[in-house]
C-alpha cells in the first residue's frame, strides 16, 4: 500500500502544455535529473504516477523510455530493469532509498583523501595504478547498483516490448564532452545533436554506465567503460529532455529535484546569507546548485512555443498546416516538427533547508555517529540551507522525506498526469 503523505501545493512552474488537434503520442519518456542524493524526490513522484496514476486510469500507465542523469540514471535504470513489474517497481526503488545507511554510501577513503591532499601541495602520487581519485569509497553506491540491475534485464525487456529505449548522460573525462548512452529497440541510424560537445554512443546499457553517471567528481571516484573514465553528466546536462526525445518520445513526464525560489529572500535571509557567505561550505553548495542547473525552463518553453505555433497554423490555415510545413523541412533536411506534451514536477519545498533540519534530529544523531556524523552535524548546525549536505545525505529518514514532497508535488499534479495519460491510452486501443 502507498503510504498517506501530507498534500501540497505544487512548485510554481510545475505544469502542463496544451496539446494540439495534430497530437499523436506514441512513446512516453519518463526523464529523471541529477541531484545526488536529492534523487530520492524522484521516487515519490514516480510511486504516485506507477500507482495512483495507474488505478485512477485503471489499468497500468505506459511508461517505456527511460532518460537519466547522475541520481536520475541510477533511478531510471533501476526502474527499467524492472519493466516486468511495471507498478511494484515503485515500491521496490523505494525501499533501496530509504534502506540507506549514510555512512555506508558516504565512506571517506583515507589513501585517496590523502594522495589528493598530497597532489594539491604538488607531491606526485606513488603509484598511477589502481587511481581512484575521490574522497568516498564507492563500494556502497556499487552494491545498492549493481544487485537493483540484473545483467541483461535491459535487453530482455527490450527484446520482449516491454521496453523502448534507456538513455544514461554521461562526462567524458578525457574529452569534457557529454556521451548520452543509449540502448533501443528500433535499428539504423539516429540523428541526433549537432552540438560538437554531445556525443550519443549505443551500448549495452549496464550498471555500470549508471555508476559512470553518478560519479560526482571528487566525491566519487570516475568509471571506466570500454576503456575509457567517464563522471556525472550533470555537469553539462542535467535534466535529460533531449536525449529522450530523440530516442522516439513524444510525451514527457520530467521529474527535478530542484527547488527554485520563484520571491526575493526576506530581508533577516538575506542577511544571515551574507553574513555566511565566506563559509566554504555554503559556498561550495551554492556552486553545486549552479553547477547542476539545467535550462529545463527554457527547453519547456521553447516546446509550449512550438506547440503554439502548430496549433496557431491550424487555426489559420486548417488541419494539414502541420503536414505542409514537415514536407517543407524534409525538402530541407531538416526533421519534422511534432507537437509534444510535458508534465512538469519540481520539487516545492527547499530541499537543502531540509537537509539542515535533519542533521540537527536526534534520528540523525542516533543514526550516524563518530566523526562522519560529527562532520555532517557542524555543517548543518553552521547553516539554515545545507545545499552541500543535501547532496551526500545518502540516509534512509532524509531520503523518505524527500520522497513525500515528490509525491504530494505529483498529487497535485494529479489531474494533469491522468489526462496526459488518458490520451495516450485512447489511442493505443
Known sequence: ??????????????????????????????VLAGGSARGAYEVGVVRYVLEEVSRALGRTVPIDIFSGTSAGSINAIMLAARADEPVRRGQLLADQWTQLQVDDVVRPAPAEILTLVGRLLGRAPRSSSGRRGAFFDPAGIQRIVRSGVKPGAITEHIRAGRLTAISISTTHVASGKTVVFFQRRASGTL????????????????????????????????????????????????????????????????????????????????????????????????????????????????????????????????????????????RAGESAMRPIEVVYIRASADIGVMAADYVRSATFAKRVRGLLGRALRRIGEAETEADLLSYVLFDGPFAGALAEIGWSDAKAQHDALVTFFAKRVERAT
Open 1 to 30: 500500500m502507498p503510504p498517506t503523505f501530507p498534500t501540497r501545493d505544487a512548485a510554481p512552474s510545475s505544469r502542463s502544455l496544451p496539446p494540439t488537434s495534430q497530437t499523436h503520442l506514441s512513446h512516453v519518456g519518463l
Open 191 to 330: 540523428r541526433w545533436s549537432h552540438d560538437p560537445t554531445m556525443v550519443a554512443r549505443p551500448a549495452l546499457i549496464t550498471a555500470e554506465h549508471a555508476l559512470a553517471s553518478a560519479a560526482v567528481p571528487l566525491a566519487f571516484p570516475a568509471v571506466q567503460i570500454d576503456g575509457d573514465f567517464y563522471c556525472d553528466g550533470g555537469l553539462r546536462q542535467n535534466v535529460p529532455l533531449s536525449p529522450a526525445r530523440r530516442l522516439g518520445a513524444d510525451g514527457f513526464i520530467v521529474v527535478n529535484p530542484r527547488y527554485i525560489r520563484e520571491e526575493e529572500p526576506e530581508p533577516a535571509l538575506a542577511i544571515e546569507r551574507e553574513q555566511i557567505y565566506p563559509d566554504p561550505f555554503f559556498i561550495a553548495g551554492k556552486a553545486m546548485n549552479a553547477l547542476l542547473l539545467d535550462r529545463i525552463e527554457n527547453d519547456i518553453r521553447r516546446l509550449e512555443k512550438l506547440n503554439a505555433v502548430i496549433a496557431a497554423g491550424e487555426r489559420r490555415y486548417g488541419p494539414t498546416f502541420g503536414a505542409a510545413i514537415n514536407e517543407e523541412l524534409g
